[in-house]
T-cell receptor, first 115, second 112 residues
Framework: EPEVTQTPSHQVTQMGQEVILRCVPI?????FYWYRQILGQKVEFLVS????????KSEIFDDQFSVERPDGSNFTLKIRSTKLEDSAMYFC?????????????FGDGTRLSIL | GESVGLHLPTLSVQEGDNSIINCAYS??????FIWYKQESGKGPQFIID?????DKRQGQRVTVLLNKTVKHLSLQIAATQPGDSAVYFC???????????FGTGTKLQVIP
């Protein structure tokens, strides 16, 4: 069964450094998402991306965050200057159509640890 | 506003018994619901979904029931197995259908 893959599985970064989290969505999917989960808390929406532009973003997704689909297969989340509170699991998801009709499928996440 | 919540944070079930995980929602206009399972160290895994024009939907060993009158969902797992141990989330699209809002989750513990 096709799946969403994320790399790396664990990223350790010094505070203030830039980090790029990578995702390969399911190949025929058109909608892409990033979520995060702070340890012991709910999964929180960050951003959705369709047709090469952001379609929706949350309050968490401030100017330090950006997303990109640099080619036909990858989808990236960049945090420009990491803060301690950015430490979390980051999940990428994709869906074939908008989420009102089909579920989003998630990767296994990247654990981001900010020192 | 929209919210999705769960009645119990932890549910312990004997192996082989049936499990029932409950979920309440507040938005009466919600028309699509999704159950996810999250095992330790993994991402949410899609289990089953249901649209509001249905009361019940069955999958392999799982059944989702939707009661629109009281805005309540339940996930039933038949013959619960140790591999079912995980956190279960009900979720619904929100905003412009571009995001999924997750509840806090119910941790299912299967006792061998």
């Amino acid at each position: 069964e096709p799946e969403v893959t994320q790399t790396p599985s664990h990223q350790v970064t010094q505070m203030g450094q830039e980090v790029i989290l990578r995702c390969v969505p399911i190949s025929n999917h058109l909608y892409f998402y990033w979520y995060r989960q702070i340890l012991g808390q709910k999964v929180e929406f960050l951003v959705s991306f369709y047709n090469n532009e952001i379609s929706e973003k949350s309050e968490i997704f401030d100017d330090q965050f950006s997303v990109e689909r640099p080619d036909g297969s990858n989808f990236t989340l960049k945090i420009r200057s990491t803060k301690l509170e950015d430490s979390a699991m980051y999940f990428c998801a994709s869906s074939e159509v908008g989420t009102g009709d089909q579920p989003q499928h998630f990767g296994d996440g990247t654990r981001l640890s900010i020192l | 506003g929209e919210s999705v919540g769960l009645h119990l944070p932890t549910l312990s079930v004997q192996e082989g018994d049936n499990s029932i995980i409950n979920c309440a929602y507040s938005n009466s206009a919600s028309d699509y619901f999704i159950w996810y399972k999250q095992e330790s160290g993994k991402g949410p895994q899609f289990i089953i979904d249901i649209r509001s024009n249905m009361d019940k939907r069955q999958g392999q060993r799982v059944t989702v029931l939707l009661n629109k009158t009281v805005k309540h969902l339940s996930l039933q797992i038949a013959a619960t197995q140790p591999g079912d141990s995980a956190v279960y989330f009900c979720a619904e699209p929100s905003g412009g259908y571009q995001k999924v809002t997750f509840g806090t989750g119910t941790k299912l513990q299967v006792i061998p």
